[in-house]
């Protein structure tokens, strides 16, 4: 590492070896090698386009440059440290394959410019990967709940069983949650697809560059406005680990449920073994690592959010270093969101399998009906809160009693109250009170098969788009 370094001949002597690797960037921004050298292409382009170099400079600078993505592609382009970042090498490497020309490359750009033009590209192609696999966990979550719309699950508030509902609705839940996180990610690309291209250093540039068609080149649909704002925003970034931290936390909703559905206690589902682990000691346990581990990855993506913002939060116009420690949050924010929606999309598809018995079981044997007694009594005139605590005082007794509502005789639900009538046993059983929550929107059958019907003719129109 005594080699002399990449900057120009103001440097006298090389890095110490230790400050050469703490500056590096190569080691993970080679990731964005195939961005770089595409926009490098556009880059060489625009330069011939508008005189700066000739065609035939450009057509070597784009020819050395597919050169470089085949070694890269075939394994053989592995920079060390002493390249100092993605794009140094790449002009290194330019130079090497087509002699003095390859120098002329940089012409009228910075790293600035062009690190901002990779991540962008880079987060671009991530965005519409990542929108394409919420598609996915839409359409099992969709396909799951055309089978289960008329399976009940108890359905909780303060995770105490509050009402029961169809089993459908509760994963539509999800759907509707997974379109807000497509959404907004189509939200974030408009933001994202801005060349910052052509803002030089910070300042723009003496050259006559034409920024407009290096943008259109690489298919941006627009171009910064300002340099000092083209070369240091990274509003995008913070957008998009915010959109993944909602995937995520939505993610980790679902994979806490799946966690309690699959304990002894709450048996709803059961893990398929391609789905989960067994324990080195305990040889009777099956664990849900599959939720577990998305769970637990949240935090990670979280923290990358939260890592940026404070990165961002203190930096002086225009670039600073710090910029470079935008990269590694966002390459792991990427990769975990698509591990885990992947992951999670698996689990649902062939992971596990509802216990109906249990489900059905489940909410046959509790009070979640108890609203319906005193939604019967104030459908025939009774004001809504003194059938309430008339009801209060009928599952009091019930319980101390040891029976449900469905075990009271007639005579007793005429004690109780005059209005009761022998239409009081269909008015509680369980099919009867999810289906008659028909208001839009709400649990009963009706509703949600509008909501799948929806549902499929919204994926639908997006795969004829
Ligand atoms: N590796 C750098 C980064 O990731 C590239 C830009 C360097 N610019 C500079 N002025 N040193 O941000």
New binding site residues.
């Given amino acids: 590492m005594t080699q002399k370094n990449t900057w120009s001949d103001r440097f006298e002597s090389a890095l110490h070896p230790a400050i050469a690797i703490f500056n590096a ?1 190569i080691g993970f ?1 080679i990731e964005l090698i195939e961005y770089d050298l595409t926009g490098s292409v556009a880059h060489a382009k625009m330069l011939a386009k508008t005189g700066i170099i000739s065609e035939t400079e450009a057509e070597k600078l784009v020819a050395g440059l597919e050169e470089i993505r085949q070694e890269y592609r075939q394994g053989k382009f592995n920079p060390g440290i002493d390249a ?4 140094f090498a790449v002009e290194r490497r330019l130079t090497e394959i087509v002699g003095d020309t390859g120098k002329k490359l940089h012409t009228a750009r ?3 410019d ?2 901002g033009t990779d991540i962008r590209l880079y987060l671009r192609a991530e965005i519409k990967n990542i929108q394409n696999q919420l598609r996915q966990f839409q359409a099992i979550l969709l396909k799951l709940a055309e089978n289960n719309v008329e399976t009940l699950i108890p359905g909780y508030t303060h995770l105490q069983r509050a009402q029961p509902l169809s089993l459908a609705h509760h994963l539509l839940a999800y759907f509707q949650m997974a379109q807000r996180d497509w959404l907004r990610l189509a939200d974030v690309y408009k933001r994202t697809n801005i060349s910052p291209l052509g803002c030089g ?1 910070l300042a723009g540039t003496t050259f006559p560059i034409d920024r407009e068609y290096s943008a259109d080149l690489l298919g941006f649909e627009d171009i910064y406005q300002n340099s000092l704002d083209g070369v240091s925003d990274r509003d995008f970034a913070i957008e998009f680990l915010c959109a993944a931290s909602l995937i995520m936390v939505h993610l980790s909703r679902l994979s806490e449920e799946m966690i309690l559905w699959a304990s002894e206690e709450f048996n709803f589902i059961k893990l398929k073994d391609s789905c989960a682990t067994g324990s080195s000691i305990m040889p009777q346990k099956k664990n849900p690592d599959v939720p577990e581990l998305v769970r637990g990855k949240t935090g990670r993506v979280f923290g990358h959010l939260q890592a940026l913002l404070v990165i961002m939060k203190g930096l002086p116009l225009a ?1 600073n ?1 710090d ?2 420690e ?2 590694e949050g966002i390459f792991d924010g990427v990769k975990t969101v698509k591990a885990c929606l992947e992951a999670m999309t698996i689990l649902l598809e062939e992971g596990i399998t509802f216990n109906r018995d249990r489900l059905n079981n489940a909410v046959n044997e509790d009070f979640s009906n108890a609203t319906d007694v005193a939604d019967y009594l104030a459908g025939k005139g009774i004001p809504f809160r003194e059938a309430y605590n008339l009801v209060g005082k009928v599952v009091k007794t019930s319980l101390a009693g040891g029976k449900l509502l469905k075990d009271l005789t007639l005579e007793e639900w005429q004690q109780l109250h005059p209005a009761f009538e022998s239409d009081i046993y269909d008015a509680i059983a369980p099919k009867r009170v999810v289906s008659a929550r028909n208001s839009y929107g709400g649990t009963g059958f009706e509703q949600v098969r509008n909501a799948i019907i929806k549902a499929q003719n919204l994926l639908k129109s997006h795969s004829n788009t």
């Fill in positions: 960037s921004d100092e970042d993605v794009h910075s790293r600035n062009q690190v250093a670039y270093k910029l470079q935008d990269k």
